[in-house]
């Protein structure tokens, strides 16, 4: 009797000692903020996922040596967290995730608690791929659905040349961004509702001087609408930098405030 009453006490203990942890990590979360989702909450990164990043991201090559430490260990839960699957093709290599999860963290670096949580699964296919919805071909897409897909061939073209404002990664992941802000879930409304409404004005006057042929700094798919002008201005924003700040330097800042980062000043120490 006495054994099954220490046995019982012994798995009260632990059941309190555990819950009393959960607590304790929740308001560390709360009170610390920022600090505890870039430093407490991640992995370092997998050399495996590394390597690919140190040769092929610009992005990641720029951050000064505490923001890359920063930026390998979001990748890390980045990966951690998504279902990577493979569409006409056997499989998902090291390499892929590693670039895919860094397109996304670029673009979220200005929030360090913004994964998409929205979105768990990636599908990659080898190139272009036949939506039967659509029923055409495309190179990605974000769907409410919570999948992001891309086309494995139209992805790396982006990293292959870092200034023609053409990046199939940072694209979908503009979409990414957007929706997950207005997607009812932990992540929900972290852009600033005001400079959202700033950002609104400034592109539909835009799209209306493009469909004029009053200007031509960004491709013409930019005017298809305002969510596909939105991820051709952060393909520019990223790989066009100083170009686009000269063209239109209020929707340049406006983009600044909204993705909580400026490329131009990328890596410089505060």
Do not use: C
Request: glycine content about 6%; cysteine-free.
């Amino acid at each position: 009797m006495d054994i099954v009453l220490g046995i019982i006490i012994f798995l009260f203990i632990i059941f309190v000692m555990y819950n009393l942890f959960a607590i304790v990590r929740i308001f560390v979360k709360w009170y610390f903020g920022d600090f505890f989702n870039r430093y407490l909450l991640v992995a370092r990164l997998d050399p495996l996922y590394k390597k690919p990043i140190q040769k092929y991201l610009k992005y990641y090559q720029q951050l000064n040596p505490s923001d890359k430490g920063i930026f390998e260990k979001r990748v890390q839960k980045f990966i951690n967290q998504k279902q990577f699957v493979a569409r006409g093709m056997k499989t998902i290599s090291d390499e892929m995730k590693a670039l895919i999860a860094g397109s996304a963290i670029q673009l979220t670096f200005g929030y360090p608690s913004i994964y998409f949580t929205h979105f768990k699964r990636i599908l990659v296919y080898p190139d272009s791929y036949y939506s039967e919805i659509s029923q055409q071909y495309h190179k990605g897409e974000v769907n409410m659905g919570g999948l992001i897909v891309l086309s494995w061939k139209n992805f790396v073209e982006g990293y292959i040349d870092y200034e023609d404002g053409i990046n199939l990664g940072i694209h979908e992941m503009a979409h990414a961004l957007r929706l997950e802000n207005a997607i009812a879930n932990e992540e929900y409304g972290f852009l600033d509702d005001e400079v959202l409404r700033k950002w609104t004005d400034l592109s539909f006057q835009e799209i209306s001087k493009m469909n004029e042929g009053e200007s031509d700094f960004f491709r013409t798919y930019a005017a298809t609408n305002s969510q596909e002008f939105f991820a051709v201005a952060v393909e520019n924003f990223f790989e066009k930098s100083t170009d686009f700040y000269d063209w239109h330097p209020e929707m340049y800042n406006t983009l600044v405030k909204i993705l909580n980062q400026n490329p131009l000043t990328l890596g410089r120490l505060s």
